[in-house]
Protein backbone atom coordinates (compact mmCIF):
# COMPACT_ATOMS: atom_id res chain seq x y z
CA UNK A 1 0.00 0.00 0.00
CA UNK A 2 2.72 2.34 0.97
CA UNK A 3 4.59 1.72 -2.33
CA UNK A 4 1.24 2.58 -4.35
CA UNK A 5 1.04 5.73 -2.38
CA UNK A 6 4.72 7.05 -3.08
CA UNK A 7 3.92 5.90 -7.37
CA UNK A 8 1.08 8.29 -7.16
CA UNK A 9 2.18 11.44 -5.87
CA UNK A 10 4.68 13.45 -7.62
CA UNK A 11 7.29 13.92 -5.39
CA UNK A 12 9.00 15.75 -7.87
CA UNK A 13 6.58 18.35 -8.35
CA UNK A 14 5.59 18.60 -4.35
CA UNK A 15 9.56 19.11 -3.89
CA UNK A 16 9.68 22.00 -6.01
CA UNK A 17 6.69 23.11 -4.47
CA UNK A 18 8.22 22.94 -1.13
CA UNK A 19 11.37 24.69 -1.82
CA UNK A 20 9.33 27.87 -3.33
CA UNK A 21 7.36 28.36 0.01
CA UNK A 22 10.41 27.77 2.28
CA UNK A 23 12.06 30.74 0.46
CA UNK A 24 8.94 32.73 0.79
CA UNK A 25 9.12 31.54 4.23
CA UNK A 26 13.07 32.56 4.86
CA UNK A 27 12.02 35.55 3.39
CA UNK A 28 8.95 37.13 5.01
CA UNK A 29 11.31 36.12 8.89
CA UNK A 30 14.35 37.75 7.39
CA UNK A 31 12.23 41.36 7.33
CA UNK A 32 9.55 40.48 10.14
CA UNK A 33 10.68 38.12 12.68
CA UNK A 34 8.37 35.50 14.02
CA UNK A 35 5.28 38.06 14.04
CA UNK A 36 1.85 37.00 12.98
CA UNK A 37 2.31 37.21 9.38
CA UNK A 38 5.36 34.87 9.46
CA UNK A 39 3.24 32.22 11.49
CA UNK A 40 -0.15 32.53 9.64
CA UNK A 41 1.80 31.55 6.45
CA UNK A 42 3.55 28.76 7.75
CA UNK A 43 0.02 27.86 8.51
CA UNK A 44 -1.57 28.10 5.21
CA UNK A 45 1.61 26.67 3.55
CA UNK A 46 0.53 23.31 5.84
CA UNK A 47 -2.88 23.61 5.07
CA UNK A 48 -2.07 23.82 1.25
CA UNK A 49 0.65 20.75 1.27
CA UNK A 50 -2.60 18.86 3.51
CA UNK A 51 -4.58 19.79 0.39
CA UNK A 52 -2.54 18.59 -2.19
CA UNK A 53 -2.11 15.29 -0.61
CA UNK A 54 -5.58 14.80 0.55
CA UNK A 55 -7.34 15.47 -2.37
CA UNK A 56 -4.93 13.40 -4.66
CA UNK A 57 -6.83 10.28 -2.78
CA UNK A 58 -10.43 11.85 -3.51
CA UNK A 59 -11.77 10.61 -6.91
CA UNK A 60 -12.61 14.16 -8.64
CA UNK A 61 -14.47 12.40 -11.51
CA UNK A 62 -17.66 13.77 -10.54
CA UNK A 63 -16.03 16.90 -11.37
CA UNK A 64 -16.78 16.43 -14.66
CA UNK A 65 -20.62 16.22 -14.16
CA UNK A 66 -21.79 18.96 -15.97
CA UNK A 67 -24.35 19.83 -13.05
CA UNK A 68 -21.70 20.30 -10.45
CA UNK A 69 -19.68 22.17 -12.67
CA UNK A 70 -22.70 24.65 -13.48
CA UNK A 71 -23.39 24.29 -9.43
CA UNK A 72 -19.76 25.71 -8.62
CA UNK A 73 -19.63 28.45 -11.65
CA UNK A 74 -22.79 29.59 -9.95
CA UNK A 75 -21.26 29.85 -6.78
CA UNK A 76 -18.05 31.36 -7.96
CA UNK A 77 -19.42 33.70 -9.57
CA UNK A 78 -22.11 34.98 -6.40
CA UNK A 79 -18.82 35.04 -4.20
CA UNK A 80 -17.92 37.76 -6.93
CA UNK A 81 -21.03 39.45 -6.61
CA UNK A 82 -21.07 39.81 -2.77
CA UNK A 83 -17.77 41.68 -3.09
CA UNK A 84 -19.86 44.36 -3.86
CA UNK A 85 -21.95 44.25 -1.00
CA UNK A 86 -19.82 43.18 1.69
CA UNK A 87 -16.44 43.51 0.24
CA UNK A 88 -13.60 45.02 2.18
CA UNK A 89 -11.18 47.26 0.01
CA UNK A 90 -7.57 46.67 0.09
CA UNK A 91 -5.11 48.97 -1.91
CA UNK A 92 -7.77 50.22 -3.70
CA UNK A 93 -9.58 47.13 -4.82
CA UNK A 94 -13.31 45.66 -3.09
CA UNK A 95 -11.82 42.09 -3.81
CA UNK A 96 -11.62 40.80 -0.23
CA UNK A 97 -14.44 39.00 2.06
CA UNK A 98 -13.76 38.81 5.80
CA UNK A 99 -14.73 35.99 7.41
CA UNK A 100 -14.11 36.99 10.66
CA UNK A 101 -10.31 35.51 11.72
CA UNK A 102 -9.93 35.20 8.05
CA UNK A 103 -10.21 36.96 4.78
CA UNK A 104 -10.78 35.37 1.00
CA UNK A 105 -10.29 36.92 -2.49
CA UNK A 106 -12.66 35.13 -4.57
CA UNK A 107 -11.47 35.51 -7.53
CA UNK A 108 -8.58 32.89 -6.76
CA UNK A 109 -10.87 30.14 -6.47
CA UNK A 110 -13.08 31.18 -9.45
CA UNK A 111 -10.01 31.00 -11.46
CA UNK A 112 -9.98 27.00 -10.80
CA UNK A 113 -13.46 26.91 -11.45
CA UNK A 114 -13.22 28.38 -14.66
CA UNK A 115 -10.60 26.28 -15.84
CA UNK A 116 -12.50 22.71 -14.60
CA UNK A 117 -15.78 24.58 -16.37
CA UNK A 118 -13.99 25.34 -20.11
CA UNK A 119 -12.21 21.37 -19.68
CA UNK A 120 -15.65 20.09 -19.53
CA UNK A 121 -16.86 22.27 -22.33
CA UNK A 122 -14.18 22.27 -24.97
CA UNK A 123 -13.59 18.30 -23.98
CA UNK A 124 -17.13 17.29 -25.21
CA UNK A 125 -16.45 20.29 -28.60
CA UNK A 126 -12.77 19.49 -29.40
CA UNK A 127 -13.25 19.13 -33.33
CA UNK A 128 -16.44 21.59 -33.15
CA UNK A 129 -14.39 24.42 -31.71
CA UNK A 130 -13.84 25.66 -35.10
CA UNK A 131 -17.75 26.85 -34.99
CA UNK A 132 -17.53 30.34 -33.72
CA UNK A 133 -20.47 29.20 -31.50
CA UNK A 134 -18.34 27.53 -29.05
CA UNK A 135 -15.91 30.35 -29.22
CA UNK A 136 -18.60 32.76 -27.90
CA UNK A 137 -20.23 30.63 -25.71
CA UNK A 138 -17.01 30.11 -23.69
CA UNK A 139 -16.23 33.76 -23.71
CA UNK A 140 -19.41 33.81 -22.02
CA UNK A 141 -17.98 31.82 -19.64
CA UNK A 142 -15.48 34.27 -19.03
CA UNK A 143 -16.87 37.39 -19.29
CA UNK A 144 -19.43 37.05 -16.22
CA UNK A 145 -16.58 36.90 -13.93
CA UNK A 146 -14.31 38.64 -15.97
CA UNK A 147 -16.50 41.65 -15.69
CA UNK A 148 -17.05 41.75 -12.20
CA UNK A 149 -13.51 41.35 -11.22
CA UNK A 150 -12.39 43.95 -13.54
CA UNK A 151 -14.96 46.12 -11.66
CA UNK A 152 -13.68 45.97 -8.51
CA UNK A 153 -10.74 46.73 -9.78
CA UNK A 154 -8.68 43.81 -10.06
CA UNK A 155 -6.82 43.90 -13.86
CA UNK A 156 -4.33 41.56 -12.99
CA UNK A 157 -6.86 38.76 -11.62
CA UNK A 158 -9.36 39.59 -14.77
CA UNK A 159 -5.65 39.11 -17.28
CA UNK A 160 -5.23 36.16 -15.45
CA UNK A 161 -8.78 34.88 -16.04
CA UNK A 162 -8.34 35.92 -20.16
CA UNK A 163 -4.67 33.59 -20.20
CA UNK A 164 -6.60 30.77 -18.85
CA UNK A 165 -9.71 31.26 -21.12
CA UNK A 166 -7.16 32.29 -24.80
CA UNK A 167 -4.57 29.31 -23.53
CA UNK A 168 -7.44 26.45 -23.42
CA UNK A 169 -9.08 27.98 -26.14
CA UNK A 170 -5.59 27.89 -28.17
CA UNK A 171 -5.27 24.17 -27.60
CA UNK A 172 -9.04 23.25 -27.99
CA UNK A 173 -8.05 23.90 -32.20
CA UNK A 174 -9.50 27.42 -32.95
CA UNK A 175 -9.35 28.44 -36.57
CA UNK A 176 -6.58 30.84 -37.39
CA UNK A 177 -9.33 33.16 -38.92
CA UNK A 178 -11.22 32.90 -35.89
CA UNK A 179 -7.69 33.60 -33.74
CA UNK A 180 -7.05 36.72 -35.13
CA UNK A 181 -10.80 38.03 -35.01
CA UNK A 182 -10.09 37.22 -31.37
CA UNK A 183 -7.05 39.13 -31.58
CA UNK A 184 -8.94 42.12 -33.16
CA UNK A 185 -11.35 42.16 -30.48
CA UNK A 186 -9.19 42.11 -27.87
CA UNK A 187 -7.40 45.04 -28.76
CA UNK A 188 -10.60 46.93 -29.07
CA UNK A 189 -11.83 45.83 -25.36
CA UNK A 190 -8.69 47.29 -24.61
CA UNK A 191 -9.03 50.23 -26.08
CA UNK A 192 -12.53 50.56 -24.09
CA UNK A 193 -11.12 49.49 -20.86
CA UNK A 194 -8.63 52.29 -21.16
CA UNK A 195 -11.41 54.86 -21.84
CA UNK A 196 -14.27 54.10 -19.82
CA UNK A 197 -13.28 51.35 -17.28
CA UNK A 198 -9.72 51.88 -15.97
CA UNK A 199 -9.14 54.11 -12.87
CA UNK A 200 -6.76 57.00 -12.87
CA UNK A 201 -4.67 55.17 -10.48
CA UNK A 202 -4.63 52.07 -12.87
CA UNK A 203 -3.86 54.05 -15.77
CA UNK A 204 -0.69 55.39 -13.63
CA UNK A 205 0.24 52.14 -13.43
CA UNK A 206 0.80 51.24 -16.68
CA UNK A 207 2.13 54.71 -17.39
CA UNK A 208 5.00 54.16 -15.41
CA UNK A 209 5.08 51.18 -16.91
CA UNK A 210 6.04 52.19 -20.08
CA UNK A 211 7.75 55.20 -18.61
CA UNK A 212 8.88 53.27 -15.46
CA UNK A 213 11.14 56.66 -14.79
CA UNK A 214 8.74 59.68 -15.31
CA UNK A 215 7.40 59.72 -11.86
CA UNK A 216 9.45 57.36 -9.52
CA UNK A 217 8.18 59.19 -6.16
CA UNK A 218 4.72 58.91 -7.04
CA UNK A 219 3.33 56.12 -9.40
CA UNK A 220 6.67 54.81 -10.80
CA UNK A 221 8.06 54.57 -6.98
CA UNK A 222 6.97 50.80 -6.67
CA UNK A 223 8.48 49.41 -9.58
CA UNK A 224 11.46 51.47 -9.64
CA UNK A 225 12.59 50.82 -5.76
CA UNK A 226 11.64 47.03 -6.62
CA UNK A 227 14.35 46.66 -9.93
CA UNK A 228 16.89 48.50 -7.35
CA UNK A 229 16.21 46.09 -5.22
CA UNK A 230 16.56 43.41 -7.27
CA UNK A 231 19.75 44.98 -8.74
CA UNK A 232 21.54 45.34 -6.00
CA UNK A 233 21.60 41.80 -5.05
CA UNK A 234 23.79 41.44 -7.82
CA UNK A 235 25.39 37.72 -8.02
CA UNK A 236 25.56 36.15 -4.37
CA UNK A 237 22.88 38.68 -2.70
CA UNK A 238 23.69 40.47 0.32
CA UNK A 239 22.92 37.59 2.43
CA UNK A 240 19.64 36.65 4.54
CA UNK A 241 18.64 39.49 6.97
CA UNK A 242 20.88 42.47 5.26
CA UNK A 243 18.26 43.18 2.35
CA UNK A 244 18.68 47.50 2.84
CA UNK A 245 15.45 48.03 0.55
CA UNK A 246 13.09 45.95 2.00
CA UNK A 247 14.29 46.05 5.99
CA UNK A 248 14.65 50.45 5.27
CA UNK A 249 10.61 50.02 3.65
CA UNK A 250 12.16 51.30 0.68
CA UNK A 251 10.33 48.40 -1.09
CA UNK A 252 6.60 48.27 -0.48
CA UNK A 253 5.22 45.15 -0.32
CA UNK A 254 7.61 42.67 -0.06
CA UNK A 255 5.79 39.86 1.82
CA UNK A 256 3.49 39.90 -0.87
CA UNK A 257 3.60 41.73 -4.61
CA UNK A 258 7.81 42.31 -4.25
CA UNK A 259 8.89 39.42 -2.24
CA UNK A 260 10.49 38.37 -5.43
CA UNK A 261 12.56 41.48 -5.49
CA UNK A 262 12.92 40.66 -1.47
CA UNK A 263 14.28 37.35 -2.02
CA UNK A 264 16.57 38.64 -5.14
CA UNK A 265 17.85 41.18 -3.23
CA UNK A 266 19.24 38.90 -0.36
CA UNK A 267 20.15 35.87 -2.22
CA UNK A 268 20.92 37.45 -5.69
CA UNK A 269 21.08 36.48 -9.09
CA UNK A 270 21.89 32.67 -8.19
CA UNK A 271 19.10 32.49 -6.10
CA UNK A 272 16.62 34.08 -8.40
CA UNK A 273 17.91 31.42 -11.11
CA UNK A 274 17.05 28.38 -8.26
CA UNK A 275 13.60 30.15 -7.63
CA UNK A 276 13.14 30.37 -11.36
CA UNK A 277 13.85 26.94 -12.39
CA UNK A 278 11.64 25.19 -9.17
CA UNK A 279 9.13 26.72 -10.86
CA UNK A 280 9.70 25.46 -14.08
CA UNK A 281 10.37 22.30 -12.98
CA UNK A 282 6.32 22.78 -11.68
CA UNK A 283 4.89 23.78 -14.74
CA UNK A 284 7.26 20.85 -16.81
CA UNK A 285 5.15 18.03 -14.46
CA UNK A 286 1.89 19.53 -14.63
CA UNK A 287 1.99 19.28 -18.44
CA UNK A 288 3.28 15.49 -17.74
CA UNK A 289 0.86 14.72 -15.46
CA UNK A 290 -1.93 16.38 -17.69
CA UNK A 291 -0.87 14.31 -20.87
CA UNK A 292 -1.39 10.94 -19.62
CA UNK A 293 -4.68 12.19 -18.79
CA UNK A 294 -7.23 9.26 -19.76
CA UNK A 295 -9.88 11.64 -21.77
CA UNK A 296 -9.63 15.38 -23.18
CA UNK A 297 -11.10 16.47 -19.23
CA UNK A 298 -7.84 15.98 -17.94
CA UNK A 299 -5.36 16.94 -20.87
CA UNK A 300 -7.65 20.53 -20.72
CA UNK A 301 -7.49 20.94 -17.31
CA UNK A 302 -3.67 20.50 -17.27
CA UNK A 303 -3.21 22.66 -19.90
CA UNK A 304 -5.75 25.44 -17.64
CA UNK A 305 -3.52 24.50 -14.63
CA UNK A 306 -0.70 25.37 -16.58
CA UNK A 307 -1.78 28.48 -17.68
CA UNK A 308 -2.81 29.75 -14.61
CA UNK A 309 0.59 29.31 -12.98
CA UNK A 310 3.01 30.83 -15.95
CA UNK A 311 0.73 33.76 -16.40
CA UNK A 312 0.89 34.42 -12.42
CA UNK A 313 4.58 33.39 -12.32
CA UNK A 314 5.27 35.80 -15.86
CA UNK A 315 3.68 38.99 -14.40
CA UNK A 316 4.58 38.99 -10.66
CA UNK A 317 8.62 37.86 -11.58
CA UNK A 318 7.62 40.52 -14.76
CA UNK A 319 6.61 43.51 -12.59
CA UNK A 320 9.47 42.67 -9.78
CA UNK A 321 12.27 43.24 -12.54
CA UNK A 322 10.75 46.53 -14.56
CA UNK A 323 9.30 44.33 -17.64
CA UNK A 324 5.75 43.98 -16.79
CA UNK A 325 2.90 46.72 -15.20
CA UNK A 326 2.54 46.24 -11.42
CA UNK A 327 -0.83 44.80 -11.75
CA UNK A 328 -0.74 42.88 -7.69
CA UNK A 329 -0.91 39.41 -8.57
CA UNK A 330 1.05 36.95 -6.23
CA UNK A 331 3.63 34.89 -6.92
CA UNK A 332 2.34 31.47 -6.59
CA UNK A 333 3.91 29.43 -3.68
CA UNK A 334 5.84 32.11 -2.37
CA UNK A 335 3.72 35.27 -1.63
CA UNK A 336 1.96 35.88 1.92
CA UNK A 337 -1.64 35.31 1.56
CA UNK A 338 -3.76 32.17 2.10
CA UNK A 339 -6.10 32.16 -0.41
CA UNK A 340 -4.31 32.22 -3.47
CA UNK A 341 -2.19 29.46 -1.95
CA UNK A 342 -5.42 27.80 -1.44
CA UNK A 343 -6.19 28.00 -4.82
CA UNK A 344 -2.92 26.99 -6.20
CA UNK A 345 -3.00 24.10 -3.99
CA UNK A 346 -6.32 22.33 -4.63
CA UNK A 347 -5.55 22.68 -8.61
CA UNK A 348 -2.39 20.67 -8.04
CA UNK A 349 -4.59 18.63 -5.65
CA UNK A 350 -6.69 17.84 -8.49
CA UNK A 351 -4.43 17.40 -11.09
CA UNK A 352 -2.58 14.75 -9.04
CA UNK A 353 -5.97 13.16 -8.38
CA UNK A 354 -6.61 12.63 -11.94
CA UNK A 355 -3.45 11.04 -12.23
CA UNK A 356 -4.14 8.43 -9.76
CA UNK A 357 -7.60 7.64 -10.75
CA UNK A 358 -7.13 7.60 -14.44
CA UNK A 359 -8.06 4.91 -16.10
CA UNK A 360 -5.19 3.25 -18.57
CA UNK A 361 -7.12 4.08 -22.29
CA UNK A 362 -6.86 2.72 -25.36
CA UNK A 363 -4.91 4.79 -28.37
CA UNK A 364 -7.96 4.22 -30.48
CA UNK A 365 -10.50 5.10 -27.59
CA UNK A 366 -8.98 8.31 -26.72
CA UNK A 367 -8.46 9.14 -30.47
CA UNK A 368 -12.34 8.53 -30.76
CA UNK A 369 -13.30 10.64 -27.93
CA UNK A 370 -11.41 13.68 -29.95
CA UNK A 371 -13.79 13.24 -33.02
CA UNK A 372 -16.42 11.87 -31.19
CA UNK A 373 -17.45 14.02 -28.90
Request: one cysteine or more; proline letters at 3%.
Amino acid sequence: MGGRVVRYIDWLLIGAIVIIMIFGLVTMHSFTGADSLFVRQIIWCSIGLSIMIGMSFVDVGFLKDGRILLGLFIFGNILLAALFVFGDVVNGAQSWLNLGPISIQPSDIVKVILILVLAKYFSRRHVAIGNIRHIIISGIYLAIPFLMIFAQPDPGSGLALGAIWFGMILVSGINKKHLFTLIGLGVVVIIALWMFVLQPYQKARISSFIHPLADIQGSGYNAYQSTVAVGSGQLLGKGVGYGTQSRLNFLPEYQTDFIFAAFAEEWGFVGAMIVILAFGVIVWRILAISMFGASNFEILFGIGVVMFFVTHIIINIGMNIGLMPVTGIPLPFMSYGGSHLLAESLAIGILMSMARYARRTHRDDLQNEFIGM
